[in-house]
């Protein structure tokens, strides 16, 4: 969704896997000049991994898996490599190119990081992430992934369902809306130098999408700590809407009366919808909405209903028309 994207020009994921090839084929064009190797042609060596340390605080949770599965805590597709994770991203506040995000947030520093909670709560307070991690337990999660431009993935998530947080502040009766930002600082964050976006990114749920089990703050990936480019130290999941409402590196959280402003729907309200479910079948204004190529993989997937979570999440839509509130 750059601002290419946005005036029509979606970069496909066909396009990326292109680069990809063209830059395998150069590299391995190299390799094979310098050592012949034909096993090094089929197996390229550009390979990511997180040099982070294993996230503290991990527990394994006592559901079996059956549990895991029909609460949507554990999908049983292939997870996503740890390599396609964390360099292909969507980030702003760094670059828009997906290819980048990792390198352009190499040096993005998040030691002393707070989140203020605020607004219609009895206990207004300010969170540092070793508090979070009090507030329940740092679970596992394998969700699916489905950004808005129709690319996805699997993702093993760790994190501390939302609720827990929620309930710690203790909102109050006419609290019906959750307000989340970003950091706004264009010194760590150069992204925010230039107008693509407005800053500082700002999300929003209603307050009872913000209290389901599947709500996710996230804290890490692959048993380890979030790297910048997903979002450290913290950011939002909820794996039944686009990716776009997953938003990162959260500094405030407000509990409110009314719904509060979205990046993505204030900067084109036709194509980019408050409640931005997953939904096949109603198309983005300038896509199909009814398959994704999921990373990794050749071939599209069909896209499903709240992105495979309709037994969870399903109820909380009922009466409403999801073609008008998209
Ligand atoms: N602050 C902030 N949050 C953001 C974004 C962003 O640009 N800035 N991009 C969103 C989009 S469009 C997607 S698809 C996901 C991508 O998450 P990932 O890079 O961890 O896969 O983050 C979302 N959260
Ligand atoms: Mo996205």
Redesign the pocket.
């Given at each position: 969704?750059s601002g290419n994207e946005l005036r029509g020009e979606v970069t496909p994921y066909s396009m990326y896997a292109n680069r990809r090839w063209f830059m395998k084929a150069v590299g391995a064009a190299g390799v094979l000049a310098a050592s012949g190797g034909v096993y090094r042609w089929f197996n390229p060596v550009r390979k990511m991994e997180l040099d982070t340390v294993a996230i503290e605080g991990l527990v394994s949770t006592e559901l079996s898996e059956d549990q895991r599965r029909s609460l949507g805590y554990l999908v049983d597709e292939p997870r996503t490599s740890e390599s396609d994770?964390i360099s292909y991203?969507?980030?702003?506040?760094f670059t828009t190119d997906k290819n980048a995000v990792a390198e352009a947030s190499r040096n993005f520093k998040t030691e002393g990081w707070q989140i203020r909670v605020e607004g219609l709560v009895h206990k207004p307070t300010t969170f540092t992430i070793s508090d979070l991690k009090s507030l329940g337990p740092i679970e596992e999660r394998i969700y699916r992934?489905r950004?808005?431009e129709a690319w996805s993935?699997v993702i093993p998530w760790a994190g501390l369902q939302l609720s827990h947080l929620l309930d710690a502040v203790q909102p109050m009766n006419g609290a019906k809306y959750v307000a989340f930002e970003?950091l706004y600082d264009p010194e760590r964050m150069p992204g925010q130098r230039t107008d693509v976006l407005e800053w500082p990114?700002v999300e929003g749920l209603r307050l009872d999408e913000a209290m389901h089990p599947l709500t996710l703050l996230a804290l890490g990936l692959y048993g380890k700590e979030l790297p910048a480019?997903?979002?450290a130290p913290v950011?939002l999941v909820i794996p039944w809407k686009y990716?776009?409402k997953?938003?990162?590196?959260i500094v405030k959280i407000s509990l409110l009366a009314s719904e509060p402003p979205c990046s993505w729907k204030r900067y084109a309200p036709t194509e980019y919808g408050f409640l931005a479910n997953v939904n096949p079948n109603v198309p983005h204004p300038r896509w199909s909405q009814a398959t994704e190529q999921r990373i990794g993989e050749s071939g599209r997937r069909p896209t499903l209903m709240f992105n495979g979570y309709e037994a969870q999440v399903a109820s909380l839509y009922d009466g409403i028309d999801l073609s008008v509130n998209f």
């Open positions: 969704m994770i991203n969507n980030f702003y506040e992934m950004c808005v993935m970003t990114y480019q997903d979002g950011r990716g776009f997953g938003i990162k590196s």
